[in-house]
């Protein structure tokens, strides 16, 4: 039989069942470097037909249930895309990265950040669920029915109790690759899905994986005006001799935690040597894999304010500095710990030995190794911070644990001011996560994938045939077809005849031996 005839019926047998759209989760970027930004996931649509997500609802195994009157986390009202083509791959991203932020629902960032082509699809999600770096479960359902039907009543809060009528859902907690705070894990393609052993950790230049890089929001104003605080400005007083946070901006009107900042006064003798690698992080749980301050010193009696490395020192300098009159000490953090708005425990500790070695108890991370710490509360005595204001502490000799030693900035207390317009390129996202997003699961590179789609089918075949023709590319073909995302993420099973049908073409194609013409 002619082989272009032989793989013209193969394809015909193959595509002659219409198979049931089916959605499979074939990777998870669970816990990237900038982990309360950046997660996201795969899915795959095995079907014939596109199957459009407008409308679906996400959320993890039980979490208390999303109002009824929120917007559905997939809402072409704000995605520019929606939709997963037929035997087809999307990436679902947490398109918000805060309150008014230009980054919001910007699809292009994403693919900046992950070098994504404009025909890879991409669908931005509002109220991402935070992939829990420990392990959870959580699904998708077409519509506000379908989730309700999964809710069940916990002591009179409805909470998620499981799938049954989710399109699609996964489990990691138990099996699945440990993560190492950069690289996503992906599904290779074999058995289900649901299986831990069927996935692994991707390594850059490995099955479709790449290390993403630095992606900027160019232009216009980047922070809120609103702001209000003191930074660099140290509270009067004779201070210990000790370091000190001695003010925070947890909740800034700008977006979140681009803006958030924290300043600590050196009441040392000695000059703090940021370059020998600090630790700044709270007390939730999942630590930072190395110090994330390394650069910059705070010399004996003066302040500095530790701020979140996504923006760059001149977003600050022009926001809090501007002019540079104040001569304030910009130090950058990078894995900013985001500011919990209800309360949180910061820490600040001297070396990366000392924040390992900390107690980490069932309420979280300890600090009492730490070179400062502060443990603050939205009630409980302390201030709030109303969406715009910074705490102060009132004077260096106050113990800063004490609620009423702290104060809200206002324009009235003599000596906070508003920030000033900053704007330019504010970086959305370092870089430095492996990933393949929009390459599906499909283990290491496939030597028989001579058309380079990830997987090994007929069209390979015929790419075999026009350029190659050996005995070997065949023999390679054949133990490679089915492998990638093509055939083995498929789970329409075809009726009997029809399979019968196609594995005996199928045998008749592998075992002619064919010359080139």
Avoid at 131 to 149: D, I
Wanted: hydrophobic content about 40%; glycine content about 10%; overall charge negative.
């Amino acid at each position: 039989m002619n082989l272009r005839k032989a793989a013209f019926l193969l394809v015909c047998c193959l595509t002659a069942v219409p198979a049931e759209a089916a959605l499979q989760i074939t990777e998870l970027m669970i816990e990237p470097n900038e982990d309360t930004a950046w997660e996201w996931f795969e899915i795959r649509n095995t079907g014939t037909s596109s199957v459009d997500l407008d409308g679906y609802i996400v959320d993890r195994l039980g979490d208390v249930q999303i109002s009824a009157t929120a917007a559905p986390n997939v809402d072409s009202s704000v995605t520019a895309n929606t939709v997963i083509p037929p035997d087809g791959v999307a990436v679902l991203y947490d398109a918000v990265v805060g309150s008014g932020s230009p980054a919001n629902f910007n699809d292009q960032v994403f693919r900046d950040a992950w070098s994504l082509p404009p025909s890879t699809p991409i669908i931005g999600l509002q109220g991402f669920p935070a992939l829990t770096n420990t392990g959870t479960a959580f699904g998708l359902w077409p519509n506000r029915t379908a989730y309700e039907a999964d809710l069940f009543d916990d002591n009179g809060t409805m909470r998620v109790g499981g799938f049954a009528s989710a399109d699609v859902s996964i489990d990691y907690r138990l099996g699945f690759p440990a993560r190492d705070g950069v690289a996503s894990i992906s599904w290779d393609g074999t058995d289900s899905f649901q299986t831990g052993s069927n996935w692994f950790l991707n390594q850059d230049g490995s099955g479709g994986a790449i290390e993403s890089v630095e992606a900027t929001i160019m232009g216009g104003q980047l922070n809120s005006t609103d702001d209000i605080g003191n930074p660099g400005i140290a509270p009067g007083g004779t201070a210990p001799s000790s370091v000190l946070i001695t003010e925070v901006m947890y909740d800034p009107d700008s977006a979140e935690d681009d803006w958030e900042w924290i300043e600590i006064y050196n009441g040392t003798p000695a000059t703090l040597d940021f370059t020998q690698g600090y630790v700044l992080d709270d007390d939730d749980f999942g630590d930072i894999s190395a110090a994330n301050i390394t650069s910059g010193s705070v010399p004996s009696g003066t302040t500095a304010v530790l701020f979140n490395d996504d923006l760059t020192l001149a977003d600050i300098q022009q926001a809090w500095d501007a002019g540079g009159a104040l001569g304030t000490n910009f130090i950058p953090v990078s894995n900013w710990p985001a500011l919990a708005n209800s309360g949180d425990a910061i820490g600040l500790w001297s070396s990366f030995s000392d924040y390992k070695n900390e107690a980490v108890t069932g309420s979280g991370r300890t600090t009492g190794n730490a070179a400062a710490a502060l443990d603050y509360d939205s009630g409980m005595g302390w201030p709030s911070a109303n969406d715009r204001a910074s705490i102060s502490l009132d004077d260096l000799a106050a113990t800063p644990i004490t609620a009423a030693n702290w104060s809200r900035s206002s324009s009235s207390d003599g000596v906070s001011f508003n920030a000033a317009p900053s704007a330019g390129s504010v970086l959305v996202h370092p870089g430095g996560d492996i990933g393949s997003p929009g390459f599906a699961a499909g283990g290491p590179a496939l030597a028989a994938d001579l058309d380079s789609d990830a997987d090994v089918d007929i069209s390979d075949l015929l790419a075999w045939q026009r350029d190659d023709g050996s005995a070997g590319g065949l023999a390679t073909w054949r133990n490679e077809v089915g492998a990638g995302m093509a055939v083995a993420a498929m789970n329409a099973v075809p009726e009997p005849n029809t399979a019968m049908l196609t594995s005996l073409l199928l045998a008749g194609v592998l075992s002619t031996r064919f010359s080139r013409r």
